[in-house]
Nanobody, 123 residues
Framework: QVQLVESGGGLVQVGGSLRLSCAVSGYTFSNNAMGWFRQAPGKEREIVAHISHSGSITWYADSVKGRLTISRDNGKNTGYLQMSDLKPEDTAVYYC????????????????WGQGTQVTVSS
């Protein structure tokens, strides 16, 4: 059974930092890409970053470039999203995901999602 468990969210002030984690089990994590998505109240879920299976190739949405860093530790079956210089518009529930299709510059979300972790940025 595939499971994804996010952690690390919380309440932070503008300009602050958080590191989200996504622990993956029941899946050959090291052979596959992964992505982070977010969903703000009243908005559709959007992708913010994805990373190749080896970690050597990353992609970011324009809105988070230079502030969020995606990484992974295949030995721990865990992905990370380091968030810095946070803004109120980063407030959302953050989800990790395993893709149904992936290639450089393309990510199609799969059916496996975590429960999400809330990030709230206060001004």
């Amino acid at each position: 059974q595939v499971q994804l468990v996010e952690s690390g969210g919380g309440l932070v002030q503008v300009g602050g930092s958080l590191r989200l984690s996504c622990a993956v089990s029941g899946y050959t994590f090291s052979n596959n890409a992964m992505g982070w998505f977010r969903q703000a109240p009243g908005k559709e879920r959007e992708i913010v970053a994805h990373i190749s299976h080896s970690g050597s190739i990353t992609w970011y949405a324009d809105s988070v470039k230079g502030r969020l860093t995606i990484s992974r530790d295949n030995g721990k079956n865990t992905g990370y999203l380091q968030m810095s210089d946070l803004k109120p518009e980063d407030t959302a529930v953050y989800y990790c995901n395993l893709p149904r299709a992936y290639r450089i510059g393309y990510y199609a979300p799969g059916d496996y999602w975590g429960q999400g972790t809330q990030v709230t940025v206060s001004s």
